[in-house]
């Protein structure tokens, strides 16, 4: 039997922990149980606690203080440290058979798009703790509603795919942000996008990029990152279900459940009488 894990990604700020507790609040009412696993060493705190905390073991307060390195830096270093004592992860999620724990990531892309962290705690997490993994990767659809920060958030969406080979899941978060009427049509237009047709469109407004911009799409349409699924953690609590019946099914949690042992009836009634 297998645990699940849920990789909450994507740029600062973009709302990954809002999203992680909207989905345990969620997973609450329906009756199952999931735990917060923060892998950010810089993280505030929030109205849910952190099962398991990387806090615990380094934070970059203490970095940044004692070795006197900048944000960047100690974070890098607490990855580091982090890497060289996976036995601490491992003791500490060992309790944690068959759950589903959610692991609430920095917003310092780079982690997972240029230098080879989270993968190395990816392939760990399912090698040695027997971990089902699916990313989920969040842009904010404010942000995203103009095709050329489309195509670069895109791009940085496929970047974490790419580097760490998951099953993934991209998400627009923050929809109640988009307000006017012209917004909400071009919202639309990018949860389920074409991106050649995207492309084509800015052909209008930059033709000297228009090359560029077509073979970007392409890029992004062969690696099938077409799909969004919108988030609103404000109001919208059927956006949070849609999304963890997504994540549900790229992890197999139903099948990661241990069958039911069939009733016994006849040891069952001896059990009574003895
Ligand atoms: N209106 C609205 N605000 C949201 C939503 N989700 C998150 N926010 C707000 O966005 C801000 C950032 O949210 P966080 O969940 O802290 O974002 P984060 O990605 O975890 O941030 P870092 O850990 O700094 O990378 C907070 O003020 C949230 O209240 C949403 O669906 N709608």
């Given at each position: 039997m297998s645990r699940v894990g849920v990789l909450a990604l994507g740029p600062a700020g973009v709302g990954k922990s809002t999203f992680c507790n909207s989905i345990i609040a969620?997973?609450?009412?329906?009756?199952r149980r999931a735990h917060i696993v923060n892998?950010?060493?810089?993280?505030?705190a929030t109205e849910f606690e952190?099962?398991?905390?990387i806090r615990d073991l380094i934070s970059l307060q203490d970095v940044m203080e004692e070795m006197d390195l900048g944000p960047n830096g100690g974070l890098v270093y607490c990855f580091e440290f982090l890497l060289n004592n996976?036995?601490?992860l491992d003791e500490e999620i060992g309790d944690y058979n068959d759950e589903y724990l959610i692991f609430d990531c920095p917003g310092q892309i780079e982690l997972?798009?240029?230098i080879p962290v989270l993968p190395t705690i990816v392939k760990h997490l399912q090698t040695?703790?027997?971990?089902n993994l699916c990313a989920t990767y969040l842009l904010e659809a404010p942000f995203i509603i103009d095709t050329s920060k489309f195509f670069s958030g895109a791009l940085s969406a496929m970047s974490a795919m790419i580097l760490l080979e998951l099953p993934h899941i991209n998400i627009l978060s923050k929809i109640d942000l988009v307000k006017d009427e012209f917004s909400r049509k071009q919202l639309k237009?990018?949860?389920n996008p074409d991106p050649l047709l995207l492309s084509n469109e800015d052909e209008e407004y930059n033709p000297k990029f228009s090359k560029l911009n077509k073979l970007i799409a392409n890029l992004v349409d062969d690696f099938g990152m077409v799909q969004f699924l919108p988030l609103d953690c404000s109001k919208d609590s059927d956006s949070v279900a849609t999304i963890l019946s997504y994540i549900d099914d790229v992890t197999q949690w139903s099948e990661s459940q241990e069958p039911k042992e069939p009733v016994d009836e006849e040891f069952d009634v001896d059990a009574e009488y003895e």
């Open positions: 969620h997973m609450q009412s329906i009756g892998l950010d060493p810089a993280a505030e952190f099962t398991i905390d996976l036995d601490w997972y798009t240029h040695s703790l027997n971990f237009k990018f949860l």
